[in-house]
Nanobody
Framework: EVQLVESGGGLVQAGGSLRLSCAAS????????IGWFRQAPGKEREGVSC????????YYADSVKGRFTISSDNAKNTVYLQMNSLKPEDTAVYYC??????????????????WGQGTQVTVSS
């Protein structure tokens, strides 16, 4: 059974940092790309970042470039999203998702087959 479990969300002040984790199980991690998406209240879910487990290639949305860093620990089947210099507009539920193959471009919802349950990130001003 494929499972993705996010953790690390919470409440932080603007300018602070959080590190989200996405622990994967039930599939061959090296064959997949992992994406991070977020959904703010009243807004559509958007792709934030993704990483290909096979070659480590990454992508960042312009809104987070330079502040967020995605990384993968293949030995632990875990992908991390380090979020620095957080802004109130980063407030959202953050989801990780998995798709077969690699991904070097913007993550699109329809490409991803498996999803975690989400973790809330709240940034206060």
């Amino acid at each position: 059974e494929v499972q993705l479990v996010e953790s690390g969300g919470g409440l932080v002040q603007a300018g602070g940092s959080l590190r989200l984790s996405c622990a994967a199980s039930g599939f061959t991690f090296d064959d997949y790309a992992i994406g991070w998406f977020r959904q703010a209240p009243g807004k559509e879910r958007e792709g934030v970042s993704c990483i290909s487990s096979s070659d480590g290639s990454t992508y960042y949305a312009d809104s987070v470039k330079g502040r967020f860093t995605i990384s993968s620990d293949n030995a632990k089947n875990t992908v991390y999203l380090q979020m620095n210099s957080l802004k109130p507009e980063d407030t959202a539920v953050y989801y990780c998702a998995a798709k077969t193959g690699s991904s070097s471009g913007p993550p699109h919802i329809y490409e991803y087959d498996y999803w975690g349950q989400g973790t809330q990130v709240t940034v206060s001003s």
